[in-house]
T-cell receptor, first 108, second 115 residues
Framework: KQEVTQIPAALSVPEGENLVLNCSFTDSAIYNLQWFRQDPGKGLTSLLLIQSSQREQTSGRLNASLDKSSGRSTLYIAASQPGDSATYLCPGNTPLVFGKGTRLSVIA | EAGVAQSPRYKIIEKRQSVAFWCNPI?????LYWYQQILGQGPKLLIQ????????DSQLPKDRFSAERLKGVDSTLKIQPAKLEDSAVYLCASSRDPGRYYGYTFGSGTRLTVV
């Protein structure tokens, strides 16, 4: 049974910092990996999708990587902004299995 | 493309009442999912449809929850009777395939409060 652990559970940083969010899976048989953000009271917004043949994906200030051999994924956020404040989720497997996410707060 | 549509956006009911949520997935997405998200936790899968057939409903509390997807498009999730612990956000998601190649798109969710 897939279990997802996200570290740290919560993070508070000043604006402009680069930061790394980590995700690990008990079952490394992952087809693709999709990172989401969730604003309070809202649905999930897709940030990046790393497909099975890829190891990383970039979009603007975001870069996500996937190491299937170790069952780990990392989301790197460059030059963080207050608008990045949200909960970040990295579900594994199909259908998606979620951990509790990382709650990010970027202070202006 | 238009996103996943859900309604209502919010619902407040008393315990033991019934409630229904509606989801319209992205056109052409064969796979549809309902998730329950309790405050402070990640979403939990309730049921997965492939076209109009159920693929996985192992975590659906079938004594009170039911879901259908008529004609392989829209879906309805019903709770009857509701309990206090059903208070949560109910999220609908869809995908072109079972998520093996394409990603998932989520709706904005329905926030249910049972009092």
């Amino acid at each position: 049974k897939q279990e997802v652990t996200q570290i740290p559970a919560a993070l508070s940083v000043p604006e402009g910092e680069n930061l790394v969010l980590n995700c690990s899976f008990t079952d490394s048989a992952i087809y693709n990996l999709q990172w989401f953000r969730q604003d309070p009271g809202k649905g999930l917004t897709s940030l990046l999708l790393i497909q099975s043949s890829q190891r990383e994906q970039t979009s603007g200030r975001l870069n996500a990587s996937l190491d299937k051999s170790s069952g780990r994924s990392t989301l790197y956020i460059a030059a963080s902004q207050p608008g990045d404040s949200a909960t970040y989720l990295c579900p594994g497997n199909t259908p998606l299995v979620f951990g509790k996410g990382t709650r990010l707060s970027v202070i202006a | 493309e238009a996103g996943v549509a859900q309604s209502p956006r919010y619902k407040i009911i008393e315990k033991r009442q019934s409630v229904a949520f509606w989801c319209n997935p992205i056109s052409g997405h064969a796979t549809l999912y309902w998730y329950q998200q309790i405050l402070g936790q990640g979403p939990k899968l309730l049921i997965q449809f492939q076209n109009n057939g159920v693929v996985d409903d192992s975590q659906l509390p079938k004594d009170r929850f039911s879901a259908e997807r008529l004609k392989g498009v829209d879906s309805t999730l019903k709770i009857q009777p509701a309990k206090l612990e059903d208070s949560a956000v109910y999220l609908c998601a869809s995908s072109r395939d079972p998520g093996r190649y394409y990603g998932y798109t989520f709706g904005s969710g329905t926030r249910l409060t049972v009092v």
